[in-house]
């Protein structure tokens, strides 16, 4: 099983769609969380961290349950720009996992 | 602040041939790691150093693959020789750790596209 799962797509979705993508990791003892944006041929940037109780940037919102252990990235009215792969990362004392990345292309 | 550099930004060779990459991490930062991604396999961790210490190098793929860091400003990835399976995209990431529970996050450079033909 790998340490951090994610569905890799793609979610083709309507402008101005809500879509969301979920995130499992493996190891309970995990402490931090973020989501980032990676564009084509592109770096991948931090989008977020994921708190405990949830945290709302804008249009994205971010939710963690560690009972789960699932992470989850809300997107709100989605523009032709948020069209990317995101990447669910998980970190443990000090190493960074990364999913393999959710692919998002929004329709004009 | 210039954020992270990597050189160069293409690299073409050929098989056998040695291939070195360039990172100078973010100005402070305590942690430099060097990930590999391809399409087939995502983003995989191959080495990270703490205080231009190697911590942990067990994402390294073979003893062809070397990395060094012999100051707070410089680390280099060495592959030798390189073979054809090599070719991926190469990011040099860096970060700064006050404390193992912060979330301080890592920021990469804009990688090293190597091709070995």
């Known amino acids: 099983r790998k340490e951090v799962e994610q569905d890799p797509g793609p979610f083709n979705v309507p402008e101005g769609a809500t879509v969301a993508f979920n995130c499992t990791y493996s190891?309970?003892?995990?402490?931090?969380f973020f989501w980032y944006r990676q564009d084509c041929r592109k770096e991948p940037k931090l989008l977020m961290s994921?708190?405990?109780s949830g945290n709302e940037d804008g249009r994205f919102t971010a939710q963690l349950n560690r009972a789960s252990q699932y992470i989850s990235l809300l997107i709100r009215d989605s523009k032709l720009s948020d069209s990317a792969t995101y990447l669910c990362?998980?970190?443990?004392?000090?190493?960074?996992?990364f999913g393999t990345g959710t692919r998002l292309k929004v329709l004009a | 602040d210039a954020g992270v550099i990597q050189s160069p930004r293409h690299e073409v060779t050929e098989m056998g041939q040695e291939v070195t990459l360039r990172c100078k991490p973010i100005?402070?930062?305590?942690?430099l790691f060097w990930y590999r991604q391809t399409m087939m396999r995502g983003l995989e961790l191959l080495i990270y150093f703490n205080n231009n210490v190697p911590i942990d190098d067990s994402g390294m793929p073979e003893d062809r693959f070397s990395a060094k860091m012999p100051n707070a400003s410089f680390s280099t990835l060495k592959i030798q020789p390189s073979e054809p399976r090599d070719s991926a995209v190469y990011f040099c990431?860096?970060?700064?750790?006050?404390?193992?529970?912060?979330?301080?996050?890592?920021?990469f450079g804009p990688g090293t596209r190597l091709t070995v033909l």
């Open positions: 190891n309970s003892a995990s402490q931090s």
């Open positions: 990362v998980v970190r443990g004392t000090y190493k960074y996992i």
């Open positions: 990431a860096s970060s700064l750790d006050r404390a193992p529970l912060t979330r301080d996050t890592q920021y």
């Open positions: 994921v708190y405990s």
């Open positions: 100005s402070g930062h305590d942690y």
